[in-house]
């Protein structure tokens, strides 16, 4: 695009493509939050007695796919165009959810239903997930990028501030059915902002061809230290720090003693924070080092406190500034990376990105559900402050010892093209 750049913390919605995209986003995740507050309750009350190990079980099941097949789905999207793909998968996780609101509404779901859907929707995820990142480079310019990613960030946490507090009182009052088949219908919203944008103001990348394309996308990251040392931390931060799917539940339940309601203010509450951190990264023209590795040791900071505090309500305090640090880590990273890797391996390259962030949850859920029903709830929330810890003294370790190293940034380096 040729128009000369504008700022601001909504820059990227005056772009029609992008604005159908955000909003239809913004609908189907407020969905998604109630339905993974529901299939949690569903899980933990109904199908079980409070069992932390199946509840890990289930969330792996949920990511392994991710870590199986996002390498080869990197490629699809980089082979496909991104808006059709994502019509597909849109579609398809729809019908996931559908069937499962359908087995509860009808009383006939158990535990290896929910295990077996958990599966099929991490399948649908795999593929969804790179197209779904790649996708903002092809609605807005370069120079938007940054503010595209942070706001793509505003629409996950604003649902995830509205959808458990909503899924709460939605179990409270009508029961669980309800609030899956809220999100079963959501995924429309996405579907009609697909369907009403114009192809022809999209800028796709050039589209790979033959075989290969895979191995070309690991070489190339091979050949950047610096995507590396960031997929490092988000596979520390992933893996070990971001199982609240699993955490909160226990904490709920086992700690605490409260009802579906207050479980759901545990992740509306941490939303406030996330929110936050969404719209300064939506402020922010760059990523930048500092913000990454200081709000990585804030994650584990606030953690530790969040682990260690024996009230729900000061819990629920902690919670804003560990959703706001994860938040901001994320976004520093994810767009960082972006900005980094030339256009046509950036869906290969997200796709490696999403297998490491979100690929480690079968190691990590069922380790954490496993010390959770060994070592009680709280150790599952200090495991995932040493981790993170962890990863953040090796973070700065090698940018003392590089200190003319640099996270991912502006410009793309061009001295490193694909292999495709």
């Known amino acids: ?49 409070n069992s932390s190990i199946m509840l890990g079980t289930i969330t792996a099941l949920q990511f392994l796919p991710i870590a199986l097949l996002s390498p080869y789905a990197g490629a699809v999207a980089d082979r496909f165009p991104k808006r059709e793909l994502l019509m597909v998968t849109q579609s398809a996780a729809a019908l996931t959810w559908g069937v499962q609101a359908l087995l509860v509404f009808t009383g006939a779901v158990q535990l290896w239903h929910v295990m077996a859907l958990a599966f099929l929707s991490g399948v649908v995820s795999s593929f969804d ?14 120079a938007y990028l940054t503010n595209a990613v942070g706001l793509n960030s505003t629409t996950f946490n604003a649902s995830r501030l509205i959808g458990p507090g909503v899924a709460g009182f939605a179990i409270a009052a009508w029961g669980i059915g309800p609030a ?16 009403l944008m114009r192809p022809e103001e999209l800028h796709p990348a050039p589209r790979t061809k033959g075989r290969g394309s895979v191995r070309a996308g690991l070489r190339y990251v091979a050949k950047r230290p610096d995507i590396v ?67 990585l040791g804030g994650f584990a900071l606030f953690l530790t406190i969040a682990a260690l505090t024996p009230h729900y309500y000061v819990y629920l305090a902690a919670l804003v500034p560990v959703g ?75 940018l003392l010892r590089r200190r003319h190293w640099r996270l991912p940034s502006f410009p793309v380096r061009r001295d490193l093209t694909p292999d495709v």
């Not at 959501?186 to 009609?192: D, E, N």
């Open 129 to 142: 997930n790179p197209a779904r990142q790649a996708f903002s480079s092809e609605m807005v310019p370069d």
């Open 1 to 49: 695009m040729s128009t000369a750049p504008r700022r601001g913390m909504f820059v990227s919605l005056t772009v029609r493509n992008y604005r159908l995209y955000f909003f239809g986003m913004l609908l189907s995740n407020i969905g998604l939050w109630m339905a993974r507050v529901a299939q949690d309750w569903l899980v933990l009350t109904v199908l079980t007695n």
């Open 324 to 398: 706001l640090c994860s938040l901001t880590v994320m976004t520093s990273a994810n767009a960082s990376v972006q900005l980094s890797t030339t256009p046509a391996m950036r869906g290969r390259v997200m796709a490696l990105y999403m297998a490491i962030f979100m690929g480690g949850t079968p190691v990590g859920a069922p380790l954490i559900g496993w010390i959770g029903e060994v070592f009680g709830a709280r150790a599952t929330l200090l495991v995932g402050s040493l981790a993170t810890g962890l990863a953040f003294v090796v973070a700065v370790l090698f």
């Open 229 to 295: 040392l960031t997929l490092f931390i988000v596979f520390m931060l992933g893996t070990f720090g971001l199982n609240f799917q699993v955490t909160n539940a226990l904490m709920a339940t086992t700690v605490f003693g409260v009802g579906s309601e207050e479980y759901g203010m545990m992740g509306t509450v941490m939303g406030i924070g996330t929110l936050v951190a969404a719209l300064m990264a939506a402020r922010r023209q760059r990523p930048r080092n500092l913000v990454l590795v200081g709000a």
């Open 180 to 195: 899956l088949l809220i999100n079963a219908v959501s995924y429309v919203a996405t579907l009609i902002a697909l369907l």
